[in-house]
């Protein structure tokens, strides 16, 4: 087939409010906008300003009101658990219809903020339905974040309830979150008036009377609830993801009700090549952007019932797990990160689980969250043989900025490349003068206002730091803040990223987050943390540090416990592992860290000495210290 893109993206082009009006048909509205986008609104405008809907409707209620209540919405697999569960549209409707109720007797309306901490259970979809359905804004934390980084997000949006499960379950072993919840409350300034607890059998939480009540009993108590969604404005919040940002602060990425549905509904067939009723599986989590894109919202949207795997690629119980879901639950499209290929492959090279089942059921396979390198690419198209589909996005755009849209028709594949911009996207290669630069040449990716339906319309309480961060080095640009170039043929490539964000198993870690956790131990005088090359993450962040004179204790105990103490303060998911002790950090004579220099001399990659560093001899030493570091 030949692709329908080219014609697609030019109609966009030349009518852009044409182009998101059409797509805003796939969606229900109560009251149809009749302003497609209004520049006048926001910081640089915003979408469907006079549409009122809700997406909680659009996800259950129009399904059961089409006579689809008996449908599988969502199918449950939990190989760490031994648990499956298929949960149809009108079961998910009631279930969150009495979740809505519970939240709402919590004093919960429109517009209040609601933390949910919780792992790859049903219970969490519940959760940010039920929001979704009162117009409460909900904040999803990754379970891999330890109680510091819970309490900074509970306290930046101030939330008034934190939906949380008493435990996760790595395959190593149960993590307990209550605790990290007490605790996370505790350093929080602001205090939620209350909590719900999905209690699980393999870690029981204990409660705190008149603070925290118990799932199970609510949604009993709720049972049968008739709650009416909310009529919503399109530009009123639906949640609230918070994202690395260059400090410990993270940034609050606040998604709209209208513009997300229209842009995450057109996706799901023109993207990603599922047609109503054909199975979708984004293998990730819904504490990152695509759980909450391509786990919860789009396929309810679009009636693509929606795979919640609650395991790993590989130890749960082996690295035939993906290949059984996607036979079982005859799977058309996965979507993963890189890394967990590169799992895969480590642990069966020959691809001797694929054999054992049968996956002729599956089409597609996109991967995003890092750079796909061409070697896993190939990999998974010679083991698999479907079209393995890289794109690219981020958590601010909520959708594929640039990919290559299986449901128009596949473009040439260019290993390395996640080939094209998508309609709503004039991507544009910039120097730091913001003046353009030609084909093949690195520079800056920036992005055209207005940014697409779904794109971010501000940070939550940081409209500043907003402009700040997107909006003000490239004027009339949203600066993505990765450099790259657009091939002649116009297909892009992400090489790196310009500010100190690095990209750990597809995890989006922020350095100098890290760095402020080492600085909070005692010992510590100054450190640098850079994001070395890995064969299986991708990236890892390791630490220099220089320890306070007159401390004698031995390298690898103090090692030992900025381990632990970034562990505690940032939370499992930073994998960080390595504290190498140095006696000075390189700068340049302005006082600016060298980070990019020690990564490459980490790597083993050509380096120069800079022109403007304070002290030559100090890249040496550190050199020298990585060299014994390794051979310890
Ligand atoms: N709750 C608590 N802890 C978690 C967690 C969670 N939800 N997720 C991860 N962790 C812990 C892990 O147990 C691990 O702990 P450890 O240091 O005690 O071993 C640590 O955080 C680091 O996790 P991770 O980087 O994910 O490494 P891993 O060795 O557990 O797994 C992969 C490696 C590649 C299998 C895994 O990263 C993976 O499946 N990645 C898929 C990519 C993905 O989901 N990307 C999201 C965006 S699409
Ligand atoms: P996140 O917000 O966690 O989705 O991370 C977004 C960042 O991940 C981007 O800015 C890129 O640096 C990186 N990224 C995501 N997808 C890709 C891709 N397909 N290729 C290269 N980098 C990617």
């Known amino acids: ?53 809700n997406t909680c409707y659009n996800c259950l209620d129009r399904h059961v009101n089409n006579g689809k209540g008996n449908d599988v919405a969502l199918i449950y697999d939990s190989p760490v658990t031994g648990s499956k569960d298929k949960i149809t549209y009108g079961k998910l409707l009631s279930d969150v219809q009495a979740c809505a109720a519970a939240i709402r007797a919590q004093g919960i309306v429109k517009g209040d903020r609601v933390i949910i901490y919780m792992p790859m259970i049903p219970e969490a979809i519940v959760a940010t339905l039920a929001c979704a359905r009162l117009g409460a804004v909900h904040s999803v934390v990754f379970g891999g974040f330890a109680a510091n980084e819970l309490a900074t997000r509970i306290e930046d949006c101030e939330a008034k309830l934190v939906i949380a499960a008493s435990c996760g379950i790595e395959p190593s072993r149960n993590i307990a979150y209550k605790p990290l919840l007490d605790q996370a409350i505790e350093l929080s300034n602001h205090k939620p ?59 609050g990425v606040v998604r709209d009700n209208g513009g997300h549905m229209v842009a995450i509904s057109w996706t799901m067939e023109s993207i990603y090549g599922v047609k109503p009723g054909e199975v979708f599986w984004a293998a990730s989590d819904v504490g990152w952007v695509v759980g909450h894109s391509y786990i919860i919202y789009g396929p309810l949207m679009t009636g693509n019932p929606s795979v919640l795997f609650e395991g790993k ?13 996607i036979s079982e639950y005859k799977v058309k499209s996965l979507f993963t990160a890189p890394t967990a290929f590169r799992a895969i492959r480590k642990e069966d090279p020959a691809g001797e689980f694929i054999e054992k089942y049968d996956l002729s059921h599956f089409e597609l396979l996109f991967l995003a969250g890092e750079r796909a390198d061409p070697d896993t690419i190939k990999w998974a198209e010679n083991m698999l043989k479907v079209p393995v589909i890289d794109h690219w996005w981020q958590t601010e755009t909520g959708w594929t900025i640039a990919g290559n849209p299986a449901g128009l028709g596949l473009l040439p594949v ?20 913001c003046e353009p630069l030609g084909a093949n040449e690195l520079g800056n990716i920036v992005v055209k206002l207005p940014l697409p339906p779904s794109a ?29 170039y657009k091939d002649d043929d116009g297909y892009l490539y992400i090489m790196s990223r310009t500010d100190d964000i690095i990209n750990v198993a597809g995890h989006r870690l922020s350095t100098g987050a890290i760095e402020e956790a080492i600085a909070g131990h005692k010992d510590v005088a100054e450190c640098a943390v850079i994001g070395v090359n890995d064969k299986l993450k991708g990236q890892l962040p390791i630490g220099f540090v220089v320890i306070n004179s007159g401390v004698d204790r031995g390298a690898d105990e103090i090692e030992a416990e900025i381990v632990a103490h970034v562990r505690n303060q940032i939370g499992p998911v930073a994998a960080f592992k390595t504290a190498i002790q140095v006696s000075r950090l ?6 600016k860290m060298l980070r990019g220099t020690m990564q490459k ?21 550190i050199k020298t210290t990585i060299d014994n570091y390794r051979s310890k």
């Not at 940070?459 to 450099?483: C, V």
């Not at 990659?605 to 890249?619: Q, R, S």
């Open 456 to 484: 971010m319309p501000t940070l939550w309480n940081a409209e500043d730091r907003f402009i700040e961060a997107y909006l003000e080095e490239f004027p009339g640009y949203y600066k993505t803040a990765d450099a790259g």
């Open 313 to 325: 690629p590989i130890g749960t119980p082996d690295a035939g797990t993906f290949w059984r879901i």
């Open 414 to 433: 260019k290993y390395g490349s996640p080939a094209v911009p998508m309609p709503g996207y004039d991507v544009q290669i910039v120097d730091d003068g």
């Open 193 to 251: 008036n209350s909590t719900i607890i999905v209690q699980r059998k393999q870690v029981l939480a204990d409660m705190i009377d008149g603070r925290d009540y118990d799932y199970a009993g609510l949604l009993e108590e709720f049972e049968g609830a008739n709650i009416e969604c909310e009529r919503l404005l399109a530009t009123d919040p639906l949640y609230i993801l918070y994202t690395s940002g260059t400090t410990g602060q993270p940034k």
């Open 586 to 591: 390189p700068k340049t004579r302005s006082g």
């Open 1 to 53: 087939m030949t692709s329908k893109y080219h014609s697609v993206y030019a109609n966009w082009q030349s009518d852009p409010e044409g182009f998101w009006q059409e797509a805003s048909k796939s969606i229900d509205w109560f009251e149809e906008p009749k302003t497609i986008f209004d520049e006048s609104k926001g910081v640089y405008g915003r979408w469907f300003t006079d549409g009122v809907t």
């Open 601 to 621: 001399i980490h790597d083993g990659l050509e380096w120069k000495m800079p022109a403007t560093i304070d002290d030559p001899a100090i890249l040496d030493e």
